[in-house]
């Protein structure tokens, strides 16, 4: 419980810091949005790093596109069913983006091509990137 609940604490001091909003609670995940890529693309690259000296090794999908606020709870969309299908297929520290989200006020953020890439749920491949500080090794 001190692990999930020392989790939380840090998403929501980094979210908060970054000005990104958390969407709802996954157990040990969160789903967080934005307005704009550049926020979040923050949000979870500070994330991964402050999980660095804990046993839980964070993973991460973004995506970006339109996306319905349903029932007031809950978002849905291409672009959730997309971050969703990036963070189940990202390594332990891995943080897994669409090439179309990239901006280039991203300038904390190393932007590394991954190339087209067959997504679950998704007929034609889509350009991957990985996403990691600007400081620190890919």
């Known amino acids: 419980v001190k692990l999930l609940t020392d989790f939380r604490l840090r998403v929501r001091e980094i979210a908060a810091r970054r000005g990104v909003r958390i969407a709802k609670w996954l157990g040990d995940g969160a789903m967080l949005v ?81 190339g087209p890439q067959f997504v679950e749920g998704f007929a034609e491949p889509v350009d991957l990137v990985r996403l990691d500080s600007g400081d620190r090794e890919p």
């Open 34 to 114: 934005s307005v704009e890529p550049e926020p979040i693309t923050e949000a979870i690259v500070d994330m991964e790093e402050a999980f660095d000296d804990t046993p839980l090794k964070l993973r991460a999908g973004i995506a970006s596109g339109p996306v319905i606020l349903f029932e007031g709870d809950d978002y849905i969309g291409k672009a959730v069913n997309m971050a969703a299908r990036l963070c189940a297929a990202a390594k332990p520290g891995e943080v897994l983006g669409t090439q179309s989200m990239v901006s280039s006020l991203m300038v904390n953020t190393t932007v590394t091509p991954i």
